[in-house]
């Protein structure tokens, strides 16, 4: 994994994205300044939020979260990833080839941290002022009187956290809970939506130009910042869009379909599979690469707890640390026994080890060791089918559906990229987005295309050319991640 490389701390830049309003209409444009930027940041994206726009950002890649030398590292930034770019989008290999459906698999966007430790408590997360988004519902009654019948009713879940709350002192300051989505999140998918709208409705004419439930099915795990992402991504995409009381239609539904935690399969469920907790803890046990990596990190991990005062994962580390990077915050500090020590604290250097580690382990767990196969069996053998039967369904012209989306978390796309074999794991950044396009040819053949943060996926064995891979021989692939009986797999010992 190419390191991924911070500014000194002394030099820590954090860009700030403007939206400018000009005669020719929305403008992005970057600015950068220092450390004391994080409440400029959070009010920033929110006036940029109750103005949701339907032009194309995604001709300028910001650089939220980014660092001097971008360009180098262009491929991965885990504060923002990529998104569809129509100047690289790739063709279709046959030039008279029709788009038939696409599925959206996203990561939601910037969220504060998980938990909160104790080095955390004098931080300042504000997520009240985000603008939530709602497309209008039809009025119940067709004869009601309301004024509000048709009115563009925005519902907003705000966080308060009261000084005089006797357990205050054991949360940040601000209005944001722990793993929820902040302002620069929201925005992240509203600029994804609007590049999506750019390449699927302005380019290609695949989806039309006005939102038509019809045609797009929205799914999402059952979490504040996966919906809301769901919401801001279709904000981007089309916007608001309001009914009067005169109009002989009613305004379109935006529905958000879930599934009980319990019973959900967007995430590898392992309560609802426990063989998968059973397989995981024996690979972890037996990997000579994770083996090599507890070793090689015995030290490190020491300083982490002394520094942090808690142990965590890698993945918990880089949770604890990585938010505070994309937002320009300071990384903690402790201060020595003797005052005239100086103070040990996390450094940049700190974040790229914990992010190089947590690329050697998604890689081995969701991918190469082995055992793991029947792991991403048991986890993601439902979703795969699912793809599948969306697939064919568009093939056969048996749904109206051109666009899934589906709104969820790292561990969406993790298993998602090692079901595919993909030669890159890297841990999935914030709104990372994975297109899976079903085309078919002049001579009506179908074909599948994998686009993951505006790359073509590679494959580390080439099991199949995923610029263009035929229909049949990626059903195949996802045929080998079924379990006829998952139920009875799932409760073996």
């Given amino acids: 994994m190419p390191a991924y490389h911070y500014p000194p701390a002394h030099r820590l830049t954090v860009p700030l994205v403007l939206l400018l309003l000009t005669a020719g209409g929305l403008v992005l444009t970057t600015i950068r300044s220092y450390p004391s930027a994080p409440e400029t940041i959070n ?74 430790l104790p080095l955390d408590l004098g931080l300042t997360w504000e997520c009240a002022n985000m603008s939530a988004f709602s497309f209008t519902g039809p009025a119940t009654d067709q004869d009601e009187k309301s004024p509000f019948q048709y009115a563009n009713v925005v519902a907003h879940q705000v966080v308060t956290i009261p000084s005089q709350s006797p357990w205050s002192h054991q949360m940040w300051r601000g209005s944001c809970i722990p793993g929820q989505l902040t302002p620069l999140g929201a925005w992240q998918h509203r600029a994804l939506g609007a590049a999506l709208r750019n390449l699927y409705v302005d380019q290609l004419q695949f989806l ?107 993945s918990g580390y880089m949770d604890t640390i990585l938010p505070r990077v994309c937002h320009g915050q300071p990384l903690q500090c402790v201060q020595g026994d003797d005052d005239d020590e100086e103070k040990e604290c996390v450094t940049h250097d700190t974040a790229t080890k914990i992010l190089q580690n947590v690329a050697t382990q998604t890689t081995e767990m969701y991918r190469d060791a082995k055992g793991i196969f029947e792991v991403l069996q048991l986890g993601i053998g439902p979703l795969a089918q699912e793809i599948k039967r969306n697939l ?102």
Avoid at 47 to 67: A, C, E, R, Y
Avoid at 287 to 297: A, H, W, Y
């Fill in 43 to 116: 009010k920033t994206i929110q006036d940029v939020l109750v103005k949701p726009t339907q032009t194309s950002l995604n001709d300028l890649f910001d650089t939220i979260g980014s660092h001097p030398d971008r360009e180098s590292n262009a491929d991965y930034n885990y504060c923002q990833a990529r998104r569809p770019d129509t100047k690289s989008y790739p063709a279709p290999k046959d030039k008279d080839a029709v788009l038939m459906s696409s599925q959206l698999f996203v990561r939601h966007g910037d969220r504060t941290p998980i938990t909160v």
């Fill in 208 to 314: 039309p130009p006005t939102f038509d439930p019809l045609t797009v099915f929205i799914r999402s795990t059952d979490i504040w910042r996966t919906k809301q992402s769901a919401e801001n991504l279709m904000a981007g995409l089309y916007g608001t869009q309001t009914g009067s009381s005169s109009s002989d239609v009613d305004p379109p539904v935006l529905q958000i379909h879930t599934l009980p935690i319990e019973i959900d399969y967007l995430t590898m469920n392992s309560n609802a599979c426990p063989r998968i907790s059973q397989l995981r803890a024996k690979i972890e046990g037996v990997s000579p690469v994770l083996k090599q990596l507890r070793e090689d990190n015995v030290k490190f991990k020491k300083e982490l707890k002394d520094l942090l005062g808690v142990e965590r994962t890698w």
């Fill in 392 to 493: 064919l369904a568009a093939k056969d012209n048996t749904t109206k559906v051109l666009l899934n989306v589906y709104s969820g978390h790292d561990t969406t796309l993790s298993p998602l990229l090692g079901m595919l074999d993909s030669a890159d794991m890297r841990w999935p950044p914030y709104a990372a987005n994975m297109l899976m396009e079903l085309w078919k040819s002049g001579s009506d053949e179908h074909f599948v295309r994998v686009i993951y943060n505006h790359k073509i996926v590679e494959t580390k064995s080439g099991w199949c050319d995923l610029s263009w891979c035929p229909l049949e021989k990626f059903t195949a692939h996802l045929d080998r991640f079924y379990v006829p009986d998952l139920a009875k797999q799932c409760q073996r010992q």
